[in-house]
């Protein structure tokens, strides 16, 4: 995926998942990451990700979203239900999840780096 | 750090800062990192900190505060205003910043990992 996700002018809506992983079962994790990531791009709503993990296995991940409602709607998807399950029993030793408005963006172009935008 | 910060009950604010290292001065570059974690944690209205880097040099730190007002005055930190010209003119190939009104959170328990709060 592009780094930054070409998010449109605020509001908009940020999902940020701060999540501590364990060291299991990395490539069953892998695969349920990436079909996440397919998976909420085809969802109503869905504007963008950005996603970065250390090699101490802390991870963040923002998802942007058209409204509360397409948060509430991803979040009910069936085959994510399954994930979040298996994340919170064996895939995440904690994770913590913030919905949050996006008022203000700013920063180099998504598309143009090096291109400030404010 | 701990992995998780322990902010309050929302509403409350975050600033996402996604951005993309480049190569060089990877010592400046950390000094000034550690630097401005400390020095946020000084400022007035500052409720925490999450950040990771992966591999690849993108980044994405979340920064928590008590309102608007205490970001802007963060952002009008003599100290900081120097880092942030180093960091557009030197560290960063690009990076985006999201400023956004936390309205919910959930999760396992920050101070106790796999208790869950929701």
């Known amino acids: 995926m592009p780094s930054f996700a ?14 501590q992983r364990g060291d299991d ?10 079909r996440m990531v397919e998976l909420a791009a ?7 990700i950005e996603s970065v993990r250390g090699d101490d296995g ?5 998802s942007y979203w058209q409204s509360r409602e397409a948060i509430r709607q991803w979040r009910e998807n069936a085959e994510h239900r399954v994930a979040q399950q298996l994340g919170r029993q064996k895939w995440y030793r904690g994770f ?3 919905i949050a408005r996006v008022e ?9 780096p090096g291109r400030f935008t404010d």
């Open 96 to 98: 913590r999840l913030r």
């Open 58 to 62: 802390l991870g963040i991940t923002l």
């Open 25 to 34: 079962d990395e490539a069953g994790y892998g695969a349920m990451a990436e």
């Open 42 to 48: 085809m969802q109503p709503g869905y504007l963008g």
């Open 6 to 19: 070409a998010t449109p002018q605020p509001p908009y809506y940020v999902v940020a998942f701060t999540s």
């Open 104 to 112: 203000d963006e700013y920063g180099t172009d998504a598309q143009v």
